[in-house]
Nanobody
């Protein structure tokens, strides 16, 4: 199982980035997917999650209205579109997956579940 994030970089405040998470080694259409970030000296924060069928999503209050999670199961890729970026969004962003037999779950459940597989992360820096 592999999850490989890409798309991070340096951007000015107010700008946008789109992160991608390419998965392999499992059927992405059998997994909930999540984006988590961690800044130096801060706790890890789940920022977005999406159900298997894409019908349910979760966003943390800190990114709601600015970030959008989406998935393309045919191409085994999950995305995080980040708009109106702020300096406080600076962090390493990680993609995570949790195998499931369910097509969907409530937003709260998507956030609370333990995710089994993780990528190496991509750095986002907002100046």
């Amino acid at each position: 199982v592999q999850l490989v994030e890409s798309g991070g970089g340096l951007v000015q405040a107010g700008g946008s980035l789109r992160l991608s998470c390419a998965t392999s080694g499992f059927k992405q259409n059998t997994a909930f997917m999540r984006w988590v970030r961690q800044a130096p000296g801060k706790e890890r924060e789940g920022v977005a999650a999406i159900a298997t069928n894409g019908g349910s999503t979760y966003y943390s209050d800190s990114v709601k209205g600015r970030f959008t999670i989406s998935r393309d199961n045919a191409n085994n890729t999950v995305y995080l579109q980040m708009n109106t970026l702020k300096p406080e969004d600076t962090a390493s962003y990680y993609c995570a997956a949790r195998w499931t037999a369910y097509l969907s779950a409530s937003p709260g459940t998507l956030d609370r579940l333990e995710y089994n597989f993780w990528g190496q992360g991509t750095q986002v820096t907002v100046s």
